[in-house]
């Protein structure tokens, strides 16, 4: 596993090594060891989600403000443009975003540690998204922020409005929003 440091150092993207010939492919999508070794983290993952939707779909940007769940997210099928912001009030990079694009093409990986938020956008006419959680989905601590908060200043890929569901247009500004210590 290749590891890509992004502008916020806690942020990783994970690059598998990837067999292939002309039958098709193979790659370890997930081994302990490597994890651990590459992240630090040393929690097991609790829980694994499964999403499909429909190109223009943003979903976020969702964080746990009790239960934080860490994220290990990935794309099966189609594109998707993956975000996490910092919403440690602590932290140097805090209301700092990171985004890039994961796809069943590139079967890059992103750790979203606990105590980020987190969102993506598709691209594709469809996505299939994948992730590992640290901590099981806890609904009546969920926050949302804003995808389009002006603050943060997300540079979503967007060509016309995004599907939104009602949670998702009820985000918050950061600047009003429950964040950790």
């Known amino acids: ?3 890509i440091n992004s502008e916020i150092p806690d942020v990783l993207i994970l690059e598998p090594k990837v ?11 997930y081994n302990q060891k490597n994890f651990q070794d590459a ?26 403000i009790i239960q934080p769940q860490g994220k290990l997210v990935r794309v099966v099928s189609g594109e998707v443009f993956d975000v996490a912001v910092d919403v440690r009030k602590s932290s140097p990079t805090f209301g700092r975003w990171v985004g890039v694009n994961l796809s069943a ?3 890059r990986q992103m750790w979203v540690p606990p105590g980020f938020a987190h969102g993506f956008l598709v691209l594709t006419d469809f996505a299939e998204f994948l992730y590992k959680t640290t901590d099981f989905y806890a609904p009546q601590h969920e926050r949302c ?15 016309e ?13 950061l600047k009003d929003a429950e964040v950790f210590m």
């Open 161 to 173: 409005p995004p599907l939104l569901s009602a949670k998702d247009k009820a985000g918050s500004p």
């Open 19 to 29: 067999f292939g010939d002309s039958r098709g492919f193979f790659f370890e999508s």
């Open 39 to 64: 992240t630090g983290w040393k929690s097991a993952f609790v829980q694994d989600n499964h999403s499909r939707s429909q190109k223009g779909v943003l979903r976020g940007l969702h964080y746990q």
């Open 1 to 3: 596993m290749h590891v």
């Open 145 to 159: 922020i804003a995808w389009d908060d002006p603050d943060l200043a997300i540079a979503w890929p967007l060509s």
């Open 105 to 107: 093409e590139n079967k």
